[in-house]
C-alpha cells in the first residue's frame, strides 16, 4: 500500500525521472560548475570570524568542486547521454503514453 493516492505517486515519478534527465545534461553541471565558483570566497566578502585558512580551504574545495563539475560535463558532450538515462527517457515516455491513452 502506497502512502500516496496514485495521481500523486505518479506525479512523483514523473518528477524523479525528470530530475534524473535534467541531471544528465552537460547544461546541468556547467550551471553547478558556475554555482560553485560563485561561491568562492572573494576579496571584500564579509567573513567574519573565518580564519584565512578556512577560507583557502572553502576556496580550494569550491574550486575543484567546479573542475569536477566542468569535466563531468565535458565528459557527457564527448560521450552522450549516460545509458541509463536513455532507458529513463525511454520509461518516462512509456509512462507518458500510458496515461495519455488511459
Same mark, same amino acid.
Given at each position: 500500500m502506497s *502512502? *500516496? /493516492? /496514485?495521481?500523486? *505517486?505518479?506525479r512523483?515519478?514523473?518528477?524523479?525521472?525528470?530530475?534524473?534527465?535534467?541531471?544528465?545534461?552537460?547544461d546541468y553541471w556547467e550551471h553547478?560548475?558556475?554555482t560553485f565558483e560563485r561561491a568562492r570566497p572573494r576579496p571584500g566578502d564579509f567573513t567574519g570570524r573565518a580564519t584565512a585558512?578556512? *577560507?583557502e580551504a572553502s576556496d580550494e574545495r569550491c574550486r575543484l568542486?567546479?573542475?569536477a563539475c566542468?569535466?563531468?560535463? @565535458?565528459?557527457?558532450? @564527448?560521450?552522450?547521454m549516460p545509458g541509463a538515462a536513455r !532507458?529513463?527517457?525511454?520509461?518516462? @515516455? !512509456?509512462? !507518458?503514453?500510458?496515461?495519455?491513452?488511459?
Open positions: *502512502l *500516496l /493516492p /496514485p495521481t500523486e *505517486l505518479n512523483f515519478r514523473v518528477r524523479l525521472l525528470s530530475q534524473v534527465l535534467i541531471e544528465a545534461t552537460a553547478r560548475a558556475t585558512e578556512s *577560507l568542486a567546479a573542475e566542468r569535466r563531468h560535463a @565535458s565528459l557527457i558532450r @564527448s560521450e552522450g !532507458e529513463v527517457l525511454e520509461a518516462l @515516455s !512509456e509512462f !507518458e503514453t500510458a496515461r495519455a491513452t488511459s
